[in-house]
């Protein structure tokens, strides 16, 4: 059984970092664009960043661009979201997703649709 498993969610201040983790089991996803993808309160989910299968190519939603960092471990088949001078509107349960579909060796891929396994998400909540 497939699984993804996000954790290091927290409640943090605004100006504060946190690295979120996404851990896969059940099968390798180090040959597979992986991604984040947020959702906060009244609100649709969103693209926040994404990883080729290389790792040699990223892409951010330009809201966090210079702010947040994505990155894989393929030995530990984890994909980590570094996140740095949080705001409140950064607030949301945030999401991995894993493609399987053929690839390009640098694709990246912002659309929901594009992954077909997500995790259960982890809360991220930043007060003023």
């Known amino acids: 059984q497939v699984q993804l498993v996000e954790s290091g969610g927290g409640l943090v201040q605004a100006g504060e970092s946190l690295r979120l983790s996404c851990a896969a089991s059940?099968?390798?996803?180090?040959?597979?664009?992986m991604g984040w993808f947020r959702q906060a309160p009244g609100k649709e989910r969103e693209f926040v960043a994404t990883?080729?299968?290389?790792?040699?190519?990223?892409d951010y939603t330009d809201s966090v661009k210079g702010r947040f960092t994505i990155s894989r471990d393929k030995a530990k088949n984890t994909v980590y979201l570094q996140m740095s001078s949080l705001q409140p509107e950064d607030t949301a349960v945030y999401y991995c997703a894993a493609r399987s579909y053929v690839s390009g060796y640098t694709s990246t891929f912002s659309r929901a649709r594009e992954y077909n396994y997500w995790g259960q998400g982890t809360q991220v909540t930043v007060s003023p």
């Open positions: 059940g099968r390798t996803f180090s040959a597979n664009p």
């Open positions: 990883i080729s299968w290389s790792g040699g190519s990223t």
